[in-house]
């Protein structure tokens, strides 16, 4: 039998086969090769722009800022600096490179200050400069290019502030930072941390009780609020009656009964701004209560705000935005921009029991039940994030009663310290670290104290001296000036320096109005202050905004103008926001400085000006701010 024997190999078919594969693999490897070769170089090409750019953009903030006009430029190095030259550059023969320069324009312009968002078409802002570096170059006949930009400003801001003038008067150049040059004599500058108009002269030795009043009931009268002749009275819980009553005290010997309210619980304190009262309240579910007033003789309950806690709110106070109350040893903050509607913004544990507060500025300073910290101080300048500041533990284990702030220092009443002091002064120049200034033992509790001028009046638990007046002008020897026997404790009081509400625990007669038989009680009508001469240390300088803190009761009024030189002695010509000398900077908040009136001046000063159309009633400066930016010639 002939056996045939099966042989394997590759067909011609197969042969082609892996020879196109092998093919197709080399081309896809040599093209991948040149495509990683151009990625490669196209890379290498952008870094190298790029970084050419970015040198450039280092180097034009070496520029002398009045070189910096729009067009475009290169720039070259020589003699160790950085110069501009017109037009583009080409480097290693390949990159063009080209700075340009162009205005900014912005939003908004005030007093030639322009500032704000920046725009297509607005105001030409001469103190910014927009800088962009284009580098480009060709690769196979196509243009690359890499573009950076970034905006220059020509200014650091400095600012000046001032804070006390108690140093006096007399100096011409800035160097004491209390002192000034001169003033006229209707500025009052005797208070530490306060410029005022200068108010009349207290004779303590005539003041005489000149009317009391006997709300219905056998009910202590919690607080007392006056304001245009209106005395706004708030009790404990009348469980058959009102805690809210209006009186009409115009007619300080005749006072009468005009209104009144039920709030269903015991009223803690009160305060009235325009046409609304705010009530701090111990009703579980109304602890923050707000009237309209703009009726005295109908007020209407028209807000009621629940704090979280089940227990009654101590006090409260209030500024045109906002209102703080305090609940055991929480403090509360509300918006009142609508006060028909109060929104809650934030709250802070104190860590301890609270009893009083008094708001300035962006602080809220409280007395406390904690033995370990009596004063505590919150800042509220954001009132939605409320944030703890200072605070001082007074010597032993006392609670605190009740506070007061005037201008940089602050009061404190404590309850009986025995053979120690319950009156104690503070310096809150820095509200961080209070300093304690000086102290007075009165022998007892006080309950409640206004200061009026250089004195405070002290409500204490004696019984035949329930009221007690000292001098406390200088800290360190505070004085006994006068006392009053009333028929209860003064709880409560509202105060100026002609007449002194006073809200008792009397059951009789509990609310008295004490007369101070002063000799020109008035504030004066106005008054003017102009500051040392400050220097800036350039004539490359611009004047940004001037800013300050204060009150200005209705009616009176805080204004300043600015002056500038480029020599120390002046002349000093005293011009307002348009440039001049009849128009004033009013807006505390912040008010542009006129642009040009005192563009690249080395000195200037400032000049105060205090006026006041009401009765009992002065501005009062705490603080002023003025903004400069000094920048590279």
């Known amino acids: 039998m002939l056996l045939v024997k099966k042989t394997t190999g590759f067909s011609l078919v197969e042969l082609l086969v ?8 080399l081309v896809v490897i040599l093209t991948m090769n040149v495509f990683n070769s151009k990625l490669w170089q196209l890379n290498e090409d952008k870094t190298k722009a790029t970084f050419y750019a970015a040198e450039s953009l280092e180097a034009i903030k070496l520029i002398d800022w009045d070189l910096l006009n729009p067009g ?49 078409a607005g105001f030409v802002d001469t103190d910014s400069k927009k800088i962009s570096v284009t580098v ?38 800035w160097l004491d930072t209390t002192k000034f040059y001169s003033k006229t004599s209707g500025v009052d ?75 269903e619980s015991g009223v803690t304190s009160v305060v009235v701004q325009d046409n609304y009262a705010y009530l701090s309240t111990e009703k579980n579910d109304g602890e923050l209560r707000v009237i309209d007033v703009s009726n005295p003789y109908n007020p209407v309950i028209v807000a009621t705000e629940d704090l979280a806690a089940n227990a009654g709110a101590s006090d409260l106070v209030v500024n045109a935005t906002e209102v703080y109350i305090l609940q055991n040893q929480t403090l509360f903050s509300f918006g009142i921009t609508d ?51 200072g605070n001082y ?30 009156f104690y002064i503070f310096d809150i120049a820095n509200p961080n670290s209070p300093s304690l200034l000086g102290s007075y033992e009165v022998g007892e509790m006080i309950h409640s104290f206004a200061i009026v001028g250089p004195y405070a009046l002290l409500g204490t638990n004696f019984l035949e001296a329930e009221l007690n007046v000292v001098d406390v002008s200088s800290p360190s020897n505070i004085e006994a000036v006068a006392s009053f026997n009333l028929n209860g404790h003064v709880l409560g009081m509202s105060a100026n320096c002609a007449v002194i509400y006073a809200a008792t625990s009397s059951n ?81 908040a912040r008010d542009f400085i006129h642009y040009t009136s005192h563009l690249n001046h080395q000195y200037f000063r400032y000049k105060l000006f205090l006026d006041s159309q009401a009765d009992l009633e002065t501005p009062i400066l705490e603080e002023v701010t003025i903004s400069y930016s000094t920048y590279p010639q």
């Open 72 to 120: 475009d430029y290169h720039l070259e190095l020589s003699s160790n600096a950085w110069t501009l030259v017109t037009g583009s550059e080409l480097l290693e023969e390949r990159y063009t490179r080209t700075v340009n320069i162009a205005d900014v324009q912005r939003l908004n312009n005030d007093n030639g200050h322009v500032y704000g968002e920046i725009v297509e």
């Open 18 to 25: 892996a020879i196109s594969f092998i093919s197709v693999s």
């Open 393 to 422: 533990d007074l010597p032993g284990a006392l609670r605190g009663t009740d506070v007061f702030v005037r201008g940089t220092r602050a009061y404190i009443s404590t309850e009986n310290n025995g053979s120690s002091p319950e």
């Open 508 to 588: 009789e007669n509990e609310f008295f109005i004490i007369s101070t038989e002063v000799t020109d009680c008035d504030y004066a009508a106005s008054g003017e202050l102009e500051s040392s001469t400050f220097d800036t240390a350039s004539t490359a300088v611009v004047y940004n905004w001037i800013a300050w803190t204060g009150s200005t009761p209705a009616n009176t009024q805080i204004r300043f103008q600015l002056a500038s030189s480029n020599e120390s002695t002046g002349p000093w010509n005293y011009l307002g926001p348009d440039g001049s000398n009849s128009t004033y900077y009013t807006n505390g």
């Open 189 to 263: 500058i005797s208070m530490p941390g306060v410029a005022s108009l200068r108010s009349g002269f207290l004779d303590w030795s005539q003041a005489t009780t000149t009317a009391n009043f006997n709300l219905p009931g056998n009910f202590d009268e919690n607080d007392v609020y006056e304001l245009n002749g209106l005395a706004y009275i708030v009790t404990e819980n009348n469980a058959a009656g009102a805690e809210f009553y209006i009186l009409d005290v115009n007619d300080i010997y005749n006072p009468y009964q005009i209104a009144s309210l039920n709030m």
């Open 136 to 173: 480009t170059w060709l690769v196979s006949g196509d243009t690359k290019q890499v573009t950076l930009n970034s905006y220059l400003e020509r200014w650091a801001a400095d600012r000046f502030i001032q804070t006390n003038w108690v140093g006096g008067s007399g100096q011409a150049d």
């Open 339 to 389: 006060p028909t509607d109060p929104q809650l913004l934030d709250s802070i544990d104190l860590g301890g029991l609270s009893q009083q507060l008094y708001l300035s500025g962006n602080y809220v300073y409280v007395a406390t039940g904690d033995s370990a910290k009596e004063l505590q101080i919150v800042e509220v300048t954001n009132p939605a994030a409320l944030q703890l500041a």
